[in-house]
């Protein structure tokens, strides 16, 4: 195995138990894991049309609009149509959306942060360091499915 494919395995192993270890926190917002994920696409990434949530959660535009509905029905977001185009429909975070999602990272970010205090500082640094090249390969910018969003 090449150097990249050996360092690519153990990047992928890390991150897989790293995310499982934190999605323990997740339990605590009550809702499931897909509704979680397309939430925070909203969330964080701003509001996005069907189609572009379908994309990001690679699922179909048909799983997406029924999860929306379902999200709506919950309070958790608002689906609006576009002003200019009636057939385009954008899904927005409400503030109890908002609220869940902001509340679950900083639960992340703790329990993250509390293991990371068991590092000393020579290891943290090693870290940030670390995550500066991996923040660098996935390319910090915009959200993917923004390049195809219709300029404002």
Known sequence: MSRPAAVADRLHSAAIHLLRSLRRQDEASGL?????SALSVVVFGGPVTVTQLAAAEQVSVPTVTRMLAGMEQDGLLKRER?????R????????KGDRILHEGRRRRVAALSSELGRLDRAELEALERAIA???RLVGGGPA?????????
């Open 32 to 36: 499931s894991a897909a509704r979680l």
């Open 133 to 135: 090249i991996v923040e």
């Open 82 to 86: 576009d002003t200019k185009d009636r």
């Open 88 to 95: 385009v429909i954008w899904g927005r975070p409400t503030p």
């Open 144 to 152: 993917p499915w923004r390049a195809s969003k219709m300029k404002a």
